[in-house]
């Protein structure tokens, strides 16, 4: 089994920034495939970012491509999402996800991904 904790969210200003963070633990993190989700209400959730184990691998969606970074440090166990240049469109709860750690790539793959954390609301005022 593995626990994620996100942190980092909260309520910024259009054109803001955000760091979000995210601890997992129970499983070897170098060996875990990682991505960050968002939902927005009444709206499905949908993918932002992802990263492989070894950090070489990422994915971005389109929307969020140019203003958003994902990263990771397996010294640290923790991935994290960078955000710059924040939209009220951005407003959403961020849930971090975890492969079992079978691949070392799940990108967008939302059925790759066995583990997620409670979500950390980001909230983008105009």
């Known amino acids: 089994q593995v626990q994620l904790v996100e942190s980092g969210g909260g309520l910024v200003q259009t054109g803001g920034s955000l760091r979000l963070s995210c601890a997992p633990s129970?499983?070897?993190?170098?060996?875990?495939?990682m991505g960050w989700f968002r939902q927005a209400p009444g709206r499905e959730r949908e993918f932002v970012a992802a990263i492989s184990s070894g950090g070489l691998s990422k994915h971005l969606a389109d929307s969020v491509k140019g203003r958003f970074t994902i990263a990771r440090d397996n010294n640290k166990n923790t991935v994290y999402l960078q955000m710059v240049s924040l939209k009220p469109e951005d407003t959403a709860v961020y849930y971090c996800?975890?492969?079992?750690?079978?691949?070392?790539?799940?990108?967008?793959?939302?059925?790759?991904?066995?583990?997620w954390g409670q979500g950390t609301q980001v909230t983008v005022s105009s």
């Open positions: 129970g499983r070897t993190f170098s060996i875990l495939a």
């Open positions: 996800a975890a492969s079992d750690g079978s691949r070392r790539y799940v990108g967008a793959d939302v059925s790759g991904y066995v583990f």
